[in-house]
């Protein structure tokens, strides 16, 4: 897994340097797809933007990939990995549902303000990207239901909330997200914080206790 | 245009060809060329006629309304999710295939879900809180209203769309009226709009 990781990325408009990324040539690949794909788009993109950015050659390319749509998911499947890890690593000390929302929102908009590049890779060109890869997207996404539905254990209502619900609210933050970036604001993801959470709390823990908790310093 | 997005629909933006197009409009490439340069603007211009189409529906359905707001967001969503089902291949052409036809299907995709937000800014004169309301509010819940709708496409249950109607309400009327009065209007708005 070690071999996979990006590890930590530095911030920047126009993708890795050289020095930044891994020398293992998969990783090199991945990082070059990302760069080029957030430049031209995934569809624009040929090989030779690929291995120009990661510098490597077409030979090494079809060693590691046999399309760029599998360069493409093999990115995108390296990005995710990275934010499941950054969102458990913010979560595992925090007891409560809420707060654990609220350190996990955090962790995931901090990581696409810091991370244009990744932040158009992953939620803008994954959605138009090859079938599979916006079929990966929708999975991924899917991924959050059970997550928030635990929320429903906050409830001290009678009435339960509409089986639509987890569904409803991640796909209207998704949407909030891709209006974001595809602004080319991405950097200011981490603003939409406390609306983010607000949103996502309400239902569960009814809205002034959301917008508490949403604008709360801690 | 409908054969073309029965196309699109079934076999995805990129696998549909040029050559499927005029074999299924019985047209020859010559009368493809005249109107259009490529697929891209094919589908844009198709997507153009069906987005228009769908707006106005809808808005007129809004606007004939003579209830409070509440029952013209319920008349218009009636109506929209009922577009979704008696013409699936066309939501599923221009909602989900929409997102793999270039840069500015994407562009014209987001503006036109766009168009529905103003119909929802109303509803920040019932809200009692005394919050203020994000700005981005109307368009975040439309952008919920259709992920619903594109995963019911997804999943080949067009047919289901309708049944949304008082989920999607609710989900709706929440942010402005509060948990209890969404999930009362929003029951007896579906009841009174039962397909």
């Not at chain 1, 070059?32 to 510098?55: C, F, H, N, P």
């Not at chain 1, 059970?146 to 209502?157: F, N, S, T, V, Y």
């Not at chain 1, 339960?160 to 891709?178: F, H, K, N, Q, R």
């Not at chain 2, 766009?114 to 509010?137: H, I, K, M, N, Y």
Request: glycine residues 6%; hydrophobic residues 45%; proline residues 5%.
């Amino acid at each position: 897994m070690a071999d996979d990781d990006l590890g930590p990325l530095p911030p920047g408009r126009h993708g890795f340097t050289r020095e930044q990324v891994a020398h293992h040539q998969r990783e090199r690949l991945i990082a070059g797809l990302a760069s080029a794909v957030t430049e031209r788009g995934y569809d624009a993109v040929t090989l030779g933007d690929i291995t120009k950015a990661a510098q490597v050659s077409r030979r090494v390319f079809y060693e590691h990939f046999k399309s760029k749509e599998e360069c493409f998911l093999a990115a995108f499947e390296v990005v995710l990995d990275h934010v499941r890890r950054l969102v458990a690593e913010a979560v595992e000390p925090i007891p409560d549902w809420p707060h654990r929302v609220l350190a996990g929102t955090r962790a995931v908009l901090s990581f696409f303000a810091s991370e244009p590049d990744l932040a158009c890779l992953c939620l803008v060109e994954s959605r138009g990207a090859p079938p599979e890869v916006s079929a990966r997207f929708g999975e991924a996404v899917a991924e959050l239901v059970p997550l928030l539905a635990k929320g429903r254990a906050e409830r001290d209502g009678t009435r339960p909330l509409p089986d639509s619900t987890e569904e409803s609210v991640i796909g209207a933050l998704v949407s909030l997200a891709y209006q974001k970036v595809t602004a080319s604001e991405a950097e200011q993801l981490d603003d939409l914080l406390p609306d983010f959470t607000e949103f996502i709390l309400s239902p569960y823990v009814g809205a002034d206790e959301a917008s508490r908790l949403a604008h709360s310093t801690a | 245009m409908s054969a073309t997005a029965e196309l699109v629909a079934e076999h995805g933006y990129r696998d549909t060809t040029i050559e499927m197009i005029v074999r299924n409009a019985k047209v020859g490439y010559a009368t493809f060329y005249r109107n259009y340069p490529d697929k891209e603007k094919c589908f844009l211009a198709l997507l153009e006629v069906a987005t228009e189409r769908t707006a106005r529906l809808v808005k007129a359905a809004y606007d004939a309304e003579d209830g409070p707001w509440t029952d013209k967001v319920a008349a218009a969503l009636d109506v929209l999710l009922g577009e979704a089902v008696a013409h699936p291949a066309a939501a599923r052409a221009f909602l989900v295939e929409a997102l793999t036809a270039g840069p500015e299907a994407v562009e014209r995709h987001e503006t036109a879900l766009q168009r529905f937000a103003p119909l929802l800014r109303p509803g920040r004169e019932l809200c009692s809180r005394d919050v203020e309301l994000p700005e981005t509010l109307e368009n975040t819940l439309v952008g919920g209203v259709f992920w619903l709708v594109n995963l019911r496409l997804l999943a080949g249950e067009a047919s289901e769309i309708h049944a949304l109607l008082p989920e999607v309400l609710e989900f709706v009327f929440r942010s402005y009226v509060g948990e209890d009065e969404a999930a009362r209007e929003a029951r007896e708005l579906a009841a009174a709009h039962v397909g």
